[in-house]
């Protein structure tokens, strides 16, 4: 054996966690057989990006800083060059941007800009979770970085069911019951209403109410992930987000910028205006505390890259529903595609069914047999299709027969060729996976 220096063991126990492992193991997956149509990455369609953009941005919002904000040559140069303010410099825009698509009202200070939804979700976690009784709820299948985040801060994750609503609420008012039986303190419930990833399942309004009454109720936060929510796949009417129906301070808002406009600005933000008692007596939002947080974490979000994101708003009047009509087209065209694609191949009484999201990039079939890395190895090896194992979505390790498409990253024509490919591995009954190449 080489000689070490350190023993895994040793370290974090996340570092060793299956969860922190996943989306390596994904994308080295990926790398290893690049001609593999891949209906595997949620990125965005990459034939939108254009860097000639990048430069009008940047001028854009320093236009903006001079003109609309006042600012001096020099304090425009300082803003875009300099460290800054540990909350974020384009908040107001974002508070902008919030009224114009989502009719939310919020109080710019209550908004940390982060790099990439990540980092608000770890800010958040860290935050709340402040002593071993404390426990999260989130809705299986589960968003792999809430997991990992989760890990990393030593906080358990209790999955809550989801099912075709979106949410089992019976499922989570007996989850918090046991919890709090254990002696444990139930801290918060991780949702995504819109389109959610891995699932594709949205909640309806009355849904969204009824887990807000219960989230009242219970004395629970909800922290809201809602990265996919501009992208219908039929029409262009959108549900209210759970903070837009939040009238008593219950959700935390997490954003990303990674699918409306660039990923790799590493962007996102979060919403967070609960009211906290400080030990000194004052009172302030929950995004100070997260703040504090943030400046031992990364400091500051890049200015460089806030400003492209602010340019980008400032470019479409603040909203992005108006910047993303020809991604949401084609996430839309790409969704249908998939659906018919899949109707077409496996028919309505096979042993194949698949849900039909209302939007967003995924979708999940299931398939008469166990969907494992192993079989993903030899499904990109030998018939080069990939996606995603959905047992990567649920924390537990138990063997999972389903699997996780995404529509985003790819063209119709790409995604013929993956379902053909991905019918063969079906037909050939591929049901017992084979150790790993
Ligand atoms: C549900 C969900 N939340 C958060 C993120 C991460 O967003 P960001 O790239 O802004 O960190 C993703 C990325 O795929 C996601 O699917």
Do not use: W
């Given at each position: 054996?080489?000689?070490?220096?350190?023993?895994?063991?040793?370290?974090?126990?996340?570092?060793?966690?299956?969860?922190?492992?996943?989306?390596?193991?994904?994308?080295?997956?990926?790398?290893?057989?690049?001609?593999?149509?891949?209906?595997?990455?949620?990125?965005?369609?990459?034939?939108?990006?254009?860097?000639?953009?990048?430069?009008?941005?940047?001028?854009?919002?320093?236009?903006?800083?001079?003109?609309?904000?006042?600012?001096?040559?020099?304090?425009?140069?300082?803003?875009?060059?300099?460290?800054?303010?540990?909350?974020?410099?384009?908040?107001?825009?974002?508070?902008?941007?919030?009224?114009?698509?989502?009719?939310?009202?919020?109080?710019?200070?209550?908004?940390?800009?982060?790099?990439?939804?990540?980092?608000?979700?770890?800010?958040?976690?860290?935050?709340?979770?402040?002593?071993?009784?404390?426990?999260?709820?989130?809705?299986?299948?589960?968003?792999?970085?809430?997991?990992?985040?989760?890990?990393?801060?030593?906080?358990?994750?209790?999955?809550?069911?989801?099912?075709?609503?979106?949410?089992?609420?019976?499922?989570?008012?007996?989850?918090?019951?046991?919890?709090?039986?254990?002696?444990?303190?139930?801290?918060?419930?991780?949702?995504?209403?819109?389109?959610?990833?891995?699932?594709?399942?949205?909640m309806d309004p009355a849904q969204r109410r009824r887990l807000l009454d219960l989230a009242v109720d219970e004395d629970l936060l909800l922290i809201e992930d809602n990265p996919y929510g501009l992208f219908p796949a039929t029409g262009t009417e959108r549900r209210p987000t759970l903070k837009a129906l939040d009238t008593h301070r219950r959700v935390v808002y997490l954003g990303s910028f990674a699918k409306t406009v660039l990923p790799g600005a590493r962007v996102g933000y979060v919403v967070a205006d609960q009211r906290v008692a400080g030990s000194d007596g004052t009172v302030g939002p929950l995004a100070d505390q997260l703040a504090k947080i943030k400046s031992m974490v990364t400091v500051n979000t890049s200015p460089i890259a806030q400003a492209v994101i602010g340019g980008a708003l400032l470019a479409h009047d603040c909203s992005l529903v108006a910047a993303n009509v020809r991604e949401r087209a084609a996430y839309a065209r790409n969704l249908r595609h998939l659906i018919d694609g899949l109707a077409r191949r496996f028919g309505p009484d096979g042993p194949v069914r698949w849900n039909v999201p209302a939007g967003g990039f995924f979708v999940v079939v299931t398939v008469p047999f166990n969907v494992d890395d192993a079989l993903l190895h030899r499904s990109a090896r030998e018939y080069g299709v990939l996606w995603t194992p959905m047992a990567h979505f649920y924390d537990d390790g138990t063997p999972v027969n389903a699997l996780r498409l995404s529509v985003s990253a790819v063209t119709p024509a790409q995604i013929d060729v993956g379902l053909d490919r991905l019918a063969a591995l079906v037909a050939d009954g591929l049901a017992v996976s084979t150790a790993p190449a």
């Open positions: 054996m080489e000689p070490v220096d350190l023993t895994v063991d040793s370290l974090h126990a996340a570092v060793d966690d299956p969860a922190l492992n996943s989306m390596n193991f994904l994308n080295e997956v990926a790398q290893h057989y690049p001609d593999a149509v891949s209906l595997a990455a949620g990125r965005p369609y990459e034939e939108f990006f254009d860097s000639a953009v990048l430069h009008r941005y940047l001028d854009t919002f320093r236009r903006h800083l001079a003109d609309d904000l006042g600012l001096s040559p020099d304090q425009v140069d300082r803003t875009l060059l300099q460290y800054g303010r540990t909350k974020g410099i384009v908040h107001h825009l974002i508070a902008r941007n919030l009224a114009v698509d989502e009719q939310l009202a919020v109080d710019p200070e209550t908004i940390v800009v982060t790099v990439g939804c990540q980092e608000a979700m770890f800010l958040v976690l860290r935050a709340l979770r402040a002593g071993p009784q404390d426990v999260l709820f989130a809705v299986a299948p589960t968003y792999v970085g809430l997991t990992g985040a989760a890990r990393l801060v030593d906080l358990p994750v209790r999955p809550v069911a989801g099912g075709p609503a979106g949410i089992d609420l019976t499922d989570l008012r007996e989850q918090l019951r046991r919890a709090r039986a254990e002696g444990l303190r139930p801290r918060a419930c991780y949702v995504m209403p819109d389109f959610a990833n891995p699932s594709g399942v949205s």
